[in-house]
């Protein structure tokens, strides 16, 4: 512990570690993944995009639910036409974010191979082991943080990441360059329509990996809440997963509507 916080001094290794374990646990319990996916098949009942299969059969080492046809968002990734990419990450999106308005669950496993479109135009939905539990939603300070990255004002944003947990106390940050280090995250948001491609993915990820760029030293200073793990699994996995699909889709408006203080009154 002390050896990685000397490598990486802005992350609380431990509590973050314990609640990573405490998910990886979860993820193998099968009557806990039983009522995820009940929760989620209530909240989406009938719904018009989203199909998510019941649980017929749960027990400590058993979970049988009902069978979903359809083409999996990887077969999508490597063979589908532009309108299928567009149509899979659209929906793909909104369900990673209305899960927790919805359900009060945010669906953790953004992995491509557990989504798969229905010959109805639908997303199916698989596997629920990996979930976090936002009975109030997504955080409203991860909203306006992103609203207030958006405007540029630096030194608010360091105020709320430190009121989060991002910044440790005995830490110092450069307002500006954390600003920089957090484009990745906020550069989507500022758009009505974003198209993420594996170009703009490779330039984020080499900008943030360069030891010789200060945003690798603002990495090392950043730390993770253990509120947050999840979430941030779930936001980078599906910046990843639409880069893959090349899409195009309306980054602001889904925002708006699932993210609290995303928006503010007359935006």
Sequence with gaps: GKLFASWIPGLDIKPLLDELRDRAVDELDYLNESQNQRAFAIA????????????????????????????????????????????????????????????GLLHADPHPGNFRMTPDGRLGILDFGACASLPDGLPSAMGSLLRIAQLGDAQTVIEGLRAEGFIKPNIEVDAEQVLGYLEPFVDPARYEEFTFSRDWMREQFTRMNDMRNPDFAVGLKLNLPPSYALIHRVWLGCIGVL?????????????????????????
């Design 243 to 267: 880069c893959q699909l090349g899409a195009t889709v309306p980054m602001r408006a889904e925002l708006t509507r699932w993210v609290p203080d995303f928006t503010t009154a007359g935006q």
């Design 44 to 103: 989406f009942e009938g719904d018009p995009e989203f199909v998510i299969p019941h649980v017929l059969v749960a027990a400590p080492h058993v979970l049988v639910s009902e069978w979903v046809d359809g083409t999996a968002l990887s077969s999508i990734i490597r063979d589908g036409s532009q309108a299928e990419r567009d149509a899979a990450g659209v929906l793909y999106e909104r369900f990673l974010l209305s899960g927790p308005s919805r359900a």
